[in-house]
């Protein structure tokens, strides 16, 4: 991770930029076992910050140049330096110096090092650690900054004083305005949006042109009428749009609700509520703004929402509000206080402020704040206090758009005419032949494209072979503008966890205290001696009176081990362990009341209730489902407890601090406070983020560890999702300590995560490790085929997970990622230096080239890896060479597969290591990353992207794929348990991954083909009447008259040519699906550039010559079919110049034998050449589409009736 801005202390006066431009000179980096930190040192003055001697330890030169006051710390640094258990990134604010002292301005830091010893360095100085032989890690990463999160200015916001807020700051208001446009506005502006397009601009200046009369060639209203066309249809459509807006905008403004007003809760308009007021909301009401949860009518403070207005997620999310706030009254009573929050920003998943009231202050998080746009759930009302008004609020904000850049451009225009002499009267006919060849641009262009776009989109969204039943889910076309690029795909970038997987989780295996429970799980589905299920079970062994809406399977032996005393080392670990299931989360329960079904011990069961859970993680539903088949029920969640029922006794645990999981420390922690006042913390996560921070002082822990371990790895080896238990004690002073860092951090405004990582590294060490847990994900319908036939297509498919590398090979042979003829190349380095040794050996060994030498490969080469089609023989036609579908590029060498974990990326994602890892992963037929970042997932891509011409698909379902599909060309969501964030960054989204294979083969075939077709029929259409005009010019003496009549030159692309470009680009289908399917190797044609490139561009050229040449020759040209309607139409109006032509003509048999002779004579050199190309050298399209026909034959059928449903 990377710092770009000084992480100072916002309220430090010193903190602010310095005046003149700091000069950097060199880095402070500090290694630790599995940390390292480092920071850029800048300068005032010349003056030397460190003296350090070869060879003198840098610690002490840091020491000394504290004791000389070059560097002043307002945080414990030498304590955390030296802490061996530290793994996060910390980041430790720093008093600047005076000014003749140089300033230590940022800390960043990067990922998790192997090294057991303690280092300092300075990167950029003479300075070095002999005894340290690893570098200090820069780490190449992703950075998304939004200006809007980081004003440092609060915004206050006094409760229940809407005067005071709003005379103290200047707030928007409610009132709701998405329109564009007013009666007054609408034309300029439009206009002038419209105008954005330089096509637009160029006809402009045509049009101006044709008005002076030395270039007039067409009539000043002929030459006007197309773009006056073009920009009247878009004016329309969008005036409709915008009255749709304000239509809608004035249902919003008029909305009511409850507004507390003198002491009494009123009705107001949505438009008129103001900053600072409280708003009571009931069931099933919509939110009017974004607001703070005041309070509840549950006592407990929870209420549920539905975000399904504001991401599209159905699911029910809750909602807290402080203990402080809920026994307010509010009716009657005097209701005070002050917010302070963040300015306006737009992300929606985060939010930072802080509430005093009371003289206490306390902090908000996002889950204590709803946002406009939610639904009020299972909550009979509650009140909240406005913080952001409608234009202020984050979903405004996320929507805001994003104007295009605006090109201008003119052109010199003339005086009235009269003779200019040769040389004018020369250059005026070189600006009047312009004008006529006009036509050359297509001006229908833009609404053809749109046109089709959107008829392709509409049959890809009613493809009933891409509808996700289980979800209710259809294909989804977020953009239209990229449909063609789905059949020219040749990377696909995948992720892992509900994307192959289902992402329902079921917890299958656990290791406690050592001993490995649940083996027979996986083994046996009929063995109910060893396997058995909670709603079998969970009355007569654990006697429980929940009942879990789904089951979940139990070992019988871990049940019984439940039920002894709570005695010894191992039964006090698998209590501890299961409380740490039940514990550390955020889920929610939901409690029901209902009759069990179950015929066992029906009086106990009468007054059983339900309880299901409510979470964003399935992980943590599954090991909270887990904990309540063992025994340990959680059914009471607040903000400042929970409440676990343990075997039929109620715990109440004091929830003193959670510090949720993040992506950094892959690892979540919460501190409870026990009935008899002792004080644990509770931690779960990644095995190499836990590991890393335990205690190692006893032969025994060693003894566990061991034993976990090896349950670890046999757990990855099957597929399974693995987590690590840990706990410890606080002792007071330790616990005073991070309840003050604690309280600091979660009500600071600046750098709260920052402050909360390096609150959590105080308690995340010295761990107790109590056990390890197995979840298995199954592998989605579909997905091992899916993937073959990516395959088979020319696709290379790589799959970036967070999983362990065990657990993802393993998935990675389920689904036919990997096969067992691949040869491994695993890259697990711990330094930058031992990466560099694995690639360079690797490509060594394998005989992989460079880049230079590889280049040409890669661009005219694409689809080297494949082979021909192949048809069998008994379907091919007598004129399809019979050798010629066997014909293969050579034996390919033995298929590789690169498989890297994500530590090792740290050290390659470097431009010195790029390269390398460049020229080893395309040499590969599967690349799989393990233990990536996100902004890993997304370095990975841009490393093709950057390097190739190929275009990049990536795919995923959680908010950690977001920067991976925004960076790839096409960008997939999958509509699963992860939430909706990747399905809104998507380009297109579907339920299932199995949908990929038609969504590229079928559909991106045939949108790449039916654009191909449409860019060449453009050109053919538009060349043929220029070259035409071109043909009559040149036959008198360069006259720029126009040889067809005003109107017919300008209905020629605007309606002849058009409505057949239209329907070829949404209907054509040069093959059927199920040929498409049957053989994936027709993908390639899209690799290949088969439907466009320069030859075939040329190609058409020289027919569009020859069929000019043919239509001048004869005179007429027209359409058969709409261009005669036209004229028939035309020369049936009086007022026209050619009136009553076409009658006579239609009385002449040499017209129409002229008509057949023109249309033989024009198609006869393309038809020669299809033959022959078809004959003697057909394409992979032309054999498979041979094959449908010949399929189709009745004595084909009757012969070959096995073949016939094929």
């Known amino acids: 991770m990377t710092s770009g801005e000084p992480l100072l202390s916002s309220s430090d006066p010193l903190s602010a930029p310095p005046p003149n431009p700091l000069s950097r000179i060199s880095s402070l980096g500090c290694l630790c076992p599995n940390a390292s930190f480092s920071s850029s040192i800048f300068e005032d003055t010349p003056n030397d910050l460190f003296d350090v001697n070869e060879g003198e330890n840098l610690f002490s030169a840091v020491e000394k140049a504290l004791r000389e006051g070059n560097l002043e710390y307002c945080s414990p640094l030498k304590s955390s330096f030296c802490s061996a258990e530290s793994q996060i990134i910390q980041q430790f604010p720093l008093k600047c110096p005076p000014q003749d002292r140089k300033r230590m301005v940022s800390w960043g830091g990067s990922m998790e090092l192997q090294q057991n010893s303690l ?126 807006r304000h239509r809608s905008d004035q249902n919003e403004n008029n909305r009511e609700a409850l507004v507390l007003q003198s002491g009494k809760f009123q009705f107001k308009k949505w438009k008129k509520i103001r900053a600072g007021e409280v708003v009571k909301i009931c069931a099933d009401d919509t939110i009017p703004c974004d607001m703070v949860l005041l309070g509840t009518s549950d006592p407990s403070g929870i209420a549920y929402i539905q975000t399904m207005n504001l991401d599209g997620e159905s699911n029910l999310k809750t909602r807290y509000a402080r203990q402080e706030t809920t026994s307010m009254v509010f009716e009657g009573g005097s209701v005070s206080g002050l917010i302070r929050c963040e300015q306006p920003n737009r992300n929606i998943y985060e939010f930072t402020a802080n509430m005093e009231m009371k003289g206490k202050r306390f902090p908000l998080s996002q889950s204590n704040i709803i946002l406009r746009g939610c639904q009020l759930k299972n ?62 641009i297509p001006i229908s262009l833009y609404i053809t494209m749109e046109l089709v776009r959107l008829g392709q989109s509409y049959f890809m969204i009613g493809d009933k072979h891409m509808y996700d039943s289980s979800t209710d889910s259809r294909f989804q076309c977020r953009s239209l503008n990229i449909n063609e690029d789905l059949g020219q795909i040749r990377y696909v970038f995948s992720d892992k966890t509900g994307t192959l997987t289902e992402n329902k989780m079921e917890f299958q295996k656990a290791s406690v205290h050592g001993k490995n429970y649940g083996s027979s799980m996986l083994m046996s ?111 009471e969640r607040t903000s400042g407890h929970v409440v676990i029922d343990v075997n039929g006794e109620k715990l109440r645990l004091d929830v003193l601090g959670l510090h949720e999981f993040d992506s950094v420390r892959k690892r979540m922690s919460v501190v409870i406070r026990f009935p008899n006042d002792s004080v644990k913390v509770l931690v779960k996560g990644a095995d190499t983020s836990i590991l890393s921070i335990l205690k190692r002082d006893a032969a025994e822990d060693g003894h566990i560890r061991h034993a976990t371990q090896s349950h670890l790895n046999e757990y990855s080896s099957e597929g399974l999702r693995t987590l690590v238990i840990a706990s410890r004690d606080l002792t007071d002073a330790e616990l ?35 056990g390890a847990t197995g979840i298995e994900d199954k592998l989605q319908e579909g997905v091992p085929e899916a993937i073959e036939s990516l395959r088979q297509a020319g696709i290379k498919v790589w799959v970036l997970t967070g999983d362990k590398q065990e657990t993802a090979i393993s998935i990675g042979l389920s689904c036919k990622l990997l096969t067992s003829d691949m040869q491994q190349i695993i890259i697990n380095g711990a330094s930058e230096e031992e990466c560099r040794n694995l690639l360079s050996d690797a490509k060594a060994k394998y005989g992989v080239r460079t880049s230079s030498c590889r280049n040409w490969n890669l661009k005219w080469k694409r689809n080297a890896e494949s082979h021909y089609l192949e048809i069998p023989n008994d379907t091919k036609l007598s004129n399809v060479p019979m050798g010629f579908s066997e014909k293969e590029e050579g034996t390919m060498s ?187 190797k027709l993908y390639g044609a899209g690799h290949r550039q088969e439907s466009y490139n320069m030859y075939l561009f040329w190609i058409t050229m020289i027919d569009t010559l020859w069929q000019s040449l043919v239509l001048f020759l004869y005179t007429f040209w027209g359409s058969i079919i709409i261009t005669y309607a036209c004229v028939v139409v035309l020369d049936s109006i009086p007022r026209f110049p050619n009136y009553g032509t076409i009658y006579h003509l239609a009385k002449s048999p040499t017209y129409w034998l002229s008509i057949l002779l023109i249309i033989c004579l024009a198609l006869l050199p393309r038809f020669i050449f299809k033959v022959l190309h078809q004959t003697f050298w057909p394409s992979d399209i032309q054999i498979a589409r041979e094959a449908e026909i010949l399929r189709k034959r009745p004595n084909h059928v009757q012969s070959k009736p096995d073949q016939s449903s094929s």
Not at 408 to 429: H, L, N, V
Not at 963 to 987: K, P
Request: hydrophobic share 40%.
């Open 119 to 244: 280092a300092f360095g300075i990167s950029g100085g003479s300075s070095h650690v002999p005894e340290n032989k690893s570098q200090r890690i820069r780490h190449k990463s992703i950075q998304i900054d939004d200006n809007l999160s980081h004003e440092e200015n609060p915004r206050l916001i006094y409760i229940n004083d809407p005067r005071t807020t709003n005379d103290k700051y200047e707030f928007t208001g409610n009132e709701i305005r998405t329109s564009k446009y007013t009666l007054i506005n609408f034309l300029p502006k439009n206009l002038f949006i419209q105008f954005h397009r330089v096509a637009y601009l160029y006809f402009l200046a045509i049009a101006a042109l044709n008005q002076l009369p030395p270039l007039a060639v067409f009539g000043r209203t002929v030459s006007l009428f197309p773009l006056l066309f073009v920009l009247c249809v878009t004016a329309i459509k969008d005036g409709y749009e915008d009255w749709r």
């Open 379 to 440: 909550t009979e009302w509650l009140p909240l206090e406005w913080v952001y008004g409608f234009s202020a609020t984050k979903d405004r904000l996320d929507s805001l758009p994003y104007y295009r850049k605006t090109y201008f451009g003119g052109r010199s225009a003339g005086k009235s005419y009269k003779f200019y002499g040769i040389p004018m009267e020369t250059f005026f006919s070189f600006l009047s032949s312009i004008i006529v060849f006009q036509i050359m």
């Open 525 to 635: 589905d009929t063995s109910q001696d060893t396997n058995i299920t909670v709603s079998q079970t969970a009355a007569p062994v654990g006697k429980s009176r929940w009942k879990l809406k789904s089951e979940v399977p139990v070992d019988s032996e871990l049940m019984a081990f439940l039920r002894k005393e709570l005695a010894g080392d191992e039964r006090i670990a698998a209590h501890e362990f299961f409380l740490t299931l039940a514990t550390c989360n955020t889920v929610i329960p939901v409690l029901t009341r209902s009759l069990s079904s179950s015929c066992m011990d029906s009086e106990f069961y009468e007054d059983a209730e339900a309880v299901d859970y409510q979470g964003e993680s399935p992980d943590e539903q599954a090991l909270v489902a887990a904990a309540s088949a063992y025994g340990y029920t959680l059914f």
């Open 736 to 770: 005073e300590e991070w309840q003050c860092m604690y309280e600091d951090a979660s009500t600071s405004l600046t750098d709260r995560s920052i402050k909360l990582c390096q609150t959590a590294a105080l308690i995340e060490c010295n761990l107790q490790l109590i």
């Open 894 to 1080: 033995a298929a590789l597969a690169l498989i890297i974990d994500g530590n090792s990326l740290v050290y390659i994602l470097e431009k010195d290591l790029e390269s390398e890892l460049f020229d080893l992963a395309t040499s590969c037929k599967v690349v799989l990353c393990c233990r990536v970042a996100p902004l890993q997932k997304a370095g990975i891509v841009d490393l093709i992207k950057s390097r190739t011409d190929d275009m990049t698909l990536a795919i995923g379902d959680g908010a950690n794929d977001v920067s991976m599909i925004q960076m790839a060309d096409v960008g997939v969501g999958i509509c699963g348990q992860e939430g909706r964030q990747a399905v809104m960054a998507s380009d297109f989204a579907m339920g299932q991954f199995r949908f990929l294979k038609r969504l590229l083969l079928v559909h991106g075939h045939w949108n790449y083909h039916r654009v191909g077709y449409l860019v060449l029929y453009n050109f053919y259409r538009n060349a043929v009447f220029v070259l035409m005009l071109f043909w009559y010019i040149l036959s008198t003496a360069f006259s720029t008259t126009s040889a067809l009549t005003d109107w017919s030159s300008v209905f020629y692309s605007v309606i002849y040519t058009s409505v057949p470009t239209i329907v070829v680009g949404i209907l054509d289908k040069d093959l059927s699906h199920k040929t498409l399917l049957e053989y994936p």
